[in-house]
Every structure is written in structure tokens, then in C-alpha cells.
């Protein structure tokens, strides 16, 4: 088994979905992989922190799994580290959603997420930037095609509350009620929209 290989099988057994891409980002290859979020294991469960939020999902259950993988890395004799918190960078280091399509692990969805053909877009992506060989995909299938999926159906446009999505693109932080910064809450736990996605993921899950 080469060290992509060994690497990969790895990541597999630790989350739903892996791929390696280079993208933009230099020698280094990023390793994409995502996990499921689901009622057990709510990634996307933040809570506030005095003004502050926090990651609260993503630390629970995805940081153990995240370690475990550096270090198998580093056992490797090779570089690895994790692109902002949990792997989640904010906002301008890198477009997580791009590096996942070019990794192969989805294509955009109307709602401006990525859709998996099994997990549709319950997947909530990691990186971690690597010196190791893996085998990257290249950028060419980060293609700006209508995704099958999507074809004819508007349900996250025509369910939106705000009526502020449109196909493929995210609306202005401020418009969309799943900023994190007018999100309601409950106690310290925050609240997300998210009917946009509630709904495509049943629809686009009976299709697939
Ligand atoms: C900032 C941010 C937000 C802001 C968005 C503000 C804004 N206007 O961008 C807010 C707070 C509103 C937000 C909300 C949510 N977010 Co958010 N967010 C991010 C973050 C940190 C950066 C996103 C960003 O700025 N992207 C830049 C835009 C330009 O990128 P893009 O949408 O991919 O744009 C491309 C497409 O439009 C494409 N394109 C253009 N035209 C066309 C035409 C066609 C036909 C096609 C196919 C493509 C295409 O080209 C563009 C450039 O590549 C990422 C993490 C990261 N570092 O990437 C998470 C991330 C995108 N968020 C995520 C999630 C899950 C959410 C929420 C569900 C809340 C939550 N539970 O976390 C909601 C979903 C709202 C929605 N309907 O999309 C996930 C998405 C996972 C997935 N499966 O796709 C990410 C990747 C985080 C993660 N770790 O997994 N988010």
C-alpha cells in the first residue's frame, strides 16, 4: 500500500467522506474530509461563550477523530496540520466548499452547499494542510455546471424566510438568518436556520 493509500484508508474509517486536493494553497496538499452531521451528532451545535461563539459540535465530535488522524500523519514521518479551528477555517483562508468539489466529494447545490449523493448536504467539511503524497485530484472538477440534482426544483429558494437566496449564491452574511451573529438562542446554545437545507436534503435524497 503506498502512503496515499495507507493515509486514506486511515481518514476512511475515522469519517464519512476523504479526498485530497492541491487547489491554490502551494506544495502542500490539503486532505478534505467531512462527517455527517446528524441528531446524535449535531456538528452544527454552536454556543455562545460570553460575545463570543464556539464550535461546540465540531470539538465534541470532530476533534478526537482529527487528532487521532495527525498523528497517524506525523507517525508517517510527514507534516500536518489543522486549517484553522477543527480544521474549520474562517472565513477568506480557504473556501472549504471549493476544496471539497475539487476533491471530489460533492458538487454545489442550489443552496449554495455542497450535495453528496449519499450524504446531500448533511456533510460538514474539515482540512488539514500536509506534506505527504497524497494523490490530489486536480480543480477540474470544480465545475460551475447545474448540478442534476438541482435541476427544476427550488425548494430552498422558495422556502427561504428572507427570500434572500439565489441559485448558487450566498446571500450577504447579514440577509441570511443562519448567521451565526442573529441566530437565536437558547440559553448558550444558538440556533441555525436551516430550512433551506431541512428540506433539499429529503428532496435530493429521493433522488439520488
Ligand atoms: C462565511 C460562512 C458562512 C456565512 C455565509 C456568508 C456569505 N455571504 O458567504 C453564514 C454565517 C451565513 C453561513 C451560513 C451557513 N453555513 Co457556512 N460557512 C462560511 C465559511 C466560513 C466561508 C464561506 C464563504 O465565504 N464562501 C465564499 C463563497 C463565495 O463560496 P461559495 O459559496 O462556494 O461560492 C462559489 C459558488 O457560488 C460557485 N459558483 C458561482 N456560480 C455558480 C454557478 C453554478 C451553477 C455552480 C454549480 C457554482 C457556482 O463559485 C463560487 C466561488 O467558488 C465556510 C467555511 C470555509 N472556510 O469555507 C462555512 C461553510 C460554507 N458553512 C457551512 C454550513 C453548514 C453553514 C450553515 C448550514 C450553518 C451551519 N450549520 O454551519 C449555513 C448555510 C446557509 C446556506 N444556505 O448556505 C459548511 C458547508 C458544508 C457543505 N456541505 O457545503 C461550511 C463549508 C463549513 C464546514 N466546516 O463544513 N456560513
Not at 478534505?32 to 465540531?58: A, M, Q, S
Not at 434572500?164 to 446554545?189: F, Q, W
Amino acid at each position: 500500500m503506498s502512503i496515499a493509500q495507507e493515509i486514506t484508508s486511515y481518514a476512511s474509517d475515522l469519517f464519512n467522506v476523504v479526498g485530497a486536493t492541491k487547489l491554490t494553497y502551494g506544495l502542500n496538499n490539503l486532505l478534505i474530509v467531512g462527517l455527517e452531521t446528524t441528531p446524535e451528532r449535531d456538528l452544527d451545535e454552536f454556543r455562545r461563550v460570553n460575545r463570543d461563539f464556539k464550535l461546540y459540535g465540531f470539538e465534541k465530535h470532530a476533534r478526537p477523530k482529527l487528532e487521532s488522524l495527525l498523528r497517524f500523519i506525523h507517525k508517517q514521518g510527514f507534516s500536518a496540520e489543522l486549517v484553522g479551528q477543527c480544521g474549520y477555517p474562517p472565513r477568506g483562508e480557504i473556501n472549504l466548499k471549493e476544496a471539497a468539489v475539487c476533491a471530489g466529494l460533492g458538487k454545489w447545490g442550489k443552496n449554495t452547499l455542497v450535495l453528496h449523493p449519499r450524504y446531500s448536504n448533511r456533510l460538514r467539511f474539515m482540512a488539514l494542510r500536509t506534506d505527504a503524497p497524497l494523490e490530489p485530484l486536480t480543480s477540474s472538477l470544480a465545475t460551475r455546471e447545474e448540478n442534476p440534482v438541482c435541476a427544476g426544483c427550488t425548494i430552498c429558494l422558495d422556502t427561504c424566510p428572507e427570500k434572500v437566496l439565489e441559485p448558487y449564491r450566498m446571500p450577504e452574511t447579514v440577509h441570511c438568518l443562519a448567521n451565526i451573529a442573529r441566530m437565536t438562542s437558547k440559553g448558550d446554545r444558538l440556533i441555525c436556520c436551516d430550512i433551506c437545507l431541512r428540506l433539499c436534503s429529503t428532496v435530493s435524497n429521493e433522488k439520488s
